[in-house]
């Protein structure tokens, strides 16, 4: 390249930086600092020596440094110097990380790009800087760290010993001395308001759930505040759903194989899903069946356009409506989580008393069109919401069988208590409890009620010869009559308890007697 050359290229340099956006300008100064700008100001001025060396050899103001050596002359030189600032640049623009010491530039970057809803841009920053916002939000400024080491931790006996006079001294003098040091660090409090601002805001939230849904995992990973953490997973969470074709429903749509068991084969190409399950401890400490459960509700309760399609007939909901249908999706990730923790040791329900809410939301809503053929099986998707809630509980007491030993989160008595350590205990009361809203609702048919009775009284039968899940089957029979845990008996739900029995499948009722004696027991009481 020739001087010409040279001064064209810097010309153009200078035009294209006039006219950049403002949050190009600031990405530019968040990518350099002061040691690369001296970098380029002394290229700059060599090539400007080189430039005007005719000029200062008549004004002799040159350096003579001798001959030209290795075949370099003053042109190759001049596009050798060229070449290494633009290489140089090329690599600190690409692996520039934010630091303590340009975290102010950061914020101005990131509060411009949410003033000009650059939300595309603002997804591709986080996802290069997140991790070193947080590391710095969470880091010490040499200060601050050297004031926590002078400051001593108080020891009791010395405290009130006699002779602490000497000790005494020394603990003010390095007490004052971290007093002195201590003070407040602008760079975390500035980290820490950019983070609250960023996992705050619903469009940029939206924008992550969208485009890099496996960025809000790496955020979710990061050691937040426990508030904006859990801001954040309820937004994020809420725009997964939202979005019919989000991660949440094909990674749900995918994971449906099963092993022995009852246990779901959860893939690692299902990355969310994984994160969430494959350590179920995971999902429990985050509280992930809150924003999922409050969402399904949410939906049930509030989306007229989705309780208006549910109150229709089935149509091809279940062939193909169904893998976008929120509820069911829903329903299916509370099935894997729950069963996961039952086969990984949880002493916890996982608040599996969503389902309760969810029957409860489901029949809230009923209201059936007049071209609805009950005599289906599943007359609307309603009904088919309701027989997966129904089907989901069952599956968790079905799975108790194939744990392993004497399994400390499987433990269960007769009588129909509380225990939150037990998952088939509260599978058990929450069954009950969705049974007798289904048996109180007068928009549901016998035909529909018998079904859902049966189901019951089918695992009954099947299991209750097993030694391990006897008294599993004596809870489920005693929830089932008492409304879940409920201790004040209901006589209209139990005459039509007993009323319906006589419609279940004959071997069924053979195989139940137990069932109907205690329900004649308890009507005759």
């Known amino acids: 390249m020739d001087f010409n050359g040279l001064i064209a290229f810097l010309g153009l ?4 930086f006039t006219v950049m956006p403002k949050y190009k300008k600031l990405d530019l100064r968040l990518r350099l600092n002061r040691i690369d700008l001296g970098l380029l100001g002394s290229g700059f001025l060599v090539l400007l020596y080189l430039l005007y060396l005719p000029v200062l050899r008549e004004l002799q103001l040159d350096f003579d440094l001798g001959p030209w050596l290795w075949g370099f002359n003053q042109e190759i030189f001049t596009n050798s110097v060229l070449v290494l600032l633009v290489v140089y640049f090329a690599i600190r623009l690409k692996t520039t990380k934010i630091s303590r010491g340009n975290i102010d530039k950061a914020n101005d970057l990131f509060e411009q790009l949410l003033f000009d809803k650059k939300y595309d841009e603002l997804v591709e920053l986080l996802d290069r800087h997140v991790e070193a916002i947080i590391r710095v939000q969470a880091s010490d400024s040499i200060r601050n760290t050297l004031s926590k080491l002078l400051l001593p931790s108080l020891d009791v006996d010395q405290l009130f010993s006699r002779n602490t006079e000497p000790e ?11 007093m ?34 496996y960025l809000g995992i790496r955020i979710i990973q990061q050691d937040l505040n426990k508030w904006t953490k859990e801001e954040f997973i309820t937004r994020y969470f809420c725009e997964l759903i939202d979005d019919l074709s989000s991660i949440y429903y094909f990674e ?4 449906q194989t099963l092993h022995g068991m009852s246990r779901y084969e959860i893939s690692k190409s299902s990355k969310l899903l994984h994160y969430l399950f494959s350590n179920v401890t995971v999902a429990e400490s985050l509280e992930i069946y809150r924003p999922v459960g409050e969402k399904v509700c949410d939906l049930l309760e509030t989306n007229q356009a989705l309780i208006k399609r549910y109150n229709e007939p089935l149509g091809r909901f279940y062939d193909v409506e169904r893998q976008k249908c929120p509820i069911d999706n829903s329903l299916h990730f509370f099935n894997l989580m729950i069963i996961e923790s039952l086969f990984q040791g949880v002493r916890w ?3 599996l008393y969503y389902c309760d809410s969810f029957s409860k939301s489901i029949i809230g809503s009923m209201n059936p069109t007049k071209d609805v ?5 599943w007359p609307t998707p309603f009904h088919y919401l309701l027989y997966q809630v129904v089907d989901h509980l069952i599956q968790w007491l079905d799975a108790v069988q194939y744990l392993e030993g004497d399994a400390s989160n499987a433990k269960v008595k007769e009588e129909p208590k509380s225990d939150n350590s037990s998952i088939p205990q509260c599978s058990a009361i929450c069954l009950g409890r969705v049974i007798w809203q289904i048996f109180d609702s007068g928009l549901i048919t016998n035909e529909f009620k018998t079904g859902m009775l049966e189901k019951v009284l089918r695992f009954i039968s099947g299991h209750q010869q097993i030694e391990s899940m006897s008294r599993l089957c004596k809870l489920v029979e005693n929830t089932v009559i008492q409304r879940g845990n409920n201790p004040k008996l209901d006589s209209n739900y139990l005459a039509l308890l007993a009323e319906l029995y006589h ?4 071997v069924i009722t053979c195989e139940t007697e137990s069932f109907y004696n205690s329900l004649t027991a308890h ?3």
């Open 13 to 16: 340099a200078v035009a294209v």
């Open 168 to 178: 005494s001294k020394l603990f003010k003098l390095k007490s004052k001395l971290a």
């Open 180 to 213: 002195t040091l201590a003070h407040e660090d602008e760079c975390c409090e500035v980290a820490e308001v950019l983070l609250l601002r960023l996992f705050k805001h619903e469009a940029l939230i939206q924008r992550i759930a969208y485009n890099k849904p």
């Open 252 to 255: 749900l749509n995918h994971t």
């Open 349 to 351: 329900h996982m608040w």
């Open 373 to 377: 053929d009950f005599s289906l099986e």
């Open 503 to 506: 419609d279940v499948d004959h």
């Open 523 to 525: 009507l005759e009481s």
